[in-house]
């Protein structure tokens, strides 16, 4: 049985879902750095991933949990030179121990995009 998440903060395409709760875990649809109204913040690699888990965060607490419920991650970037930034940034949003994750580089990203970020969390209990 699967459940879908939605949040009118954040936007998606009416192709996709959100987030789906199923079994146990909360699968979290790919997350750009773009606004409500689906406008790409530009700026600093920071800037990016601080707008991407405040995007993930407002899907997660729907679902009833938090960042610290994430397990996995999955981080797309069109350009693997922003890594060392990420990698600064990125465990600033989380607890220890940190989610296991991995990160590719691919061509391009909807809406001109240069990060993506996915997710899949535990449901609290």
Known sequence: MKQE???SN????HILSQGIISNGFIFVSGQIHATQDL???EGTTADKITQIMKNITEILEAAGAT???IVKVVIYVT????MPELNEV???FFTKPLPVREAVCVKALPLGASIEISVIAIEPH
């Open 79 to 82: 350009d693997m030179s922003v």
């Open 67 to 69: 960042l610290d419920d």
């Open 10 to 13: 954040t936007k998606s395409a």
């Open 39 to 41: 406008t790409i913040v």
């Open 90 to 92: 990125y465990p600033t």
């Open 5 to 7: 998440v939605i949040t």
